[in-house]
């Protein structure tokens, strides 16, 4: 299985929206609607952003937002904050009771 | 809210098996609506899941790995392991084990422990 694949990077100014793009095929992303967003900062574990495509867990700002289209799904991060600064990771349910991750976006807030 | 810690080696030698913990505090690991799982990431690189197991003692390994991956459960003492066999370099990674509902939703995370392979 091969990984997800996302841009290496991204950036925007504080207050503008950033949106990071995680392609895979029919077999993962475009299979089922079992994407998941990950924010990870420096020396830290990741966190659950996003899930089921869409779907924010409790506590994470309305900000963020997902969504998906054909094999290619993206996570929005709309007013830019300078602690939204972090690497982002999405990951698929890849059929099989499989699971694989994408390569990383590291997001800069210029 | 769950809490997951990462226990094991720091140091594990090439040809040897990686061994790990993680103990969860803060609910039960038998409960029915989780599964536990590893995930790991090399040192300047992406994320990697190596597998997960259901309370029932239900597994699920990441194809490229499994021949070398065993998850196990342990009810009595709320942890749940992980072994991996034939360790080399590219075994260096930061060890994550979380906690997933559907299998694929990592929503609690331990702190992460990095294992070395090294002689």
């Known amino acids: 299985q091969s990984a997800l694949t996302q841009p290496p990077s991204a950036s925007g100014s504080p207050g503008q929206s950033v949106t990071i793009s995680c392609t895979g095929t029919s077999s993962d992303v475009g299979g089922y609607n079992y994407v998941s967003w990950y924010q990870q900062h420096p020396g830290k574990a990741p966190k659950l952003m996003i899930y089921e495509v869409s779907k924010r867990p409790s506590g994470v700002p309305d900000r963020f937002s997902g969504s998906k289209s054909g094999n290619t799904a993206s996570l929005t991060v709309s007013g830019l904050q300078a602690e939204d600064e972090a690497d982002y990771y999405c990951s698929s349910y890849a059929g099989s009771n499989n699971l694989v991750f994408g390569t990383g976006t590291k997001v800069t807030v210029l | 809210q769950l809490q997951l810690q990462e226990s094991g080696p720091g140091l594990v030698k090439p040809s040897e098996t990686l061994s790990l913990t993680c103990t969860v505090s803060?609910?039960?690991?038998?409960?029915?609506?989780?599964?536990w799982g590893w995930i790991r990431q090399p040192p300047g690189k992406g994320l990697e899941w190596i597998g997960s197991?259901?309370?029932?003692?239900?597994?699920y390994y990441n194809p490229s790995l499994k021949s070398r991956v065993t998850i196990s459960v342990d009810t009595s003492k709320n942890q749940f392991s992980l072994k991996l066999s034939s360790v080399t370099a590219a075994d260096t990674a930061v060890y994550y084990c979380a906690s997933s509902q559907q299998l694929v939703i990592f929503d609690y995370w331990g702190q992460g422990t990095l294992v070395t392979v090294s002689s």
């Open positions: 197991i259901y309370y029932s003692g239900s597994t």
């Open positions: 803060g609910g039960s690991i038998s409960s029915s609506s989780y599964y």
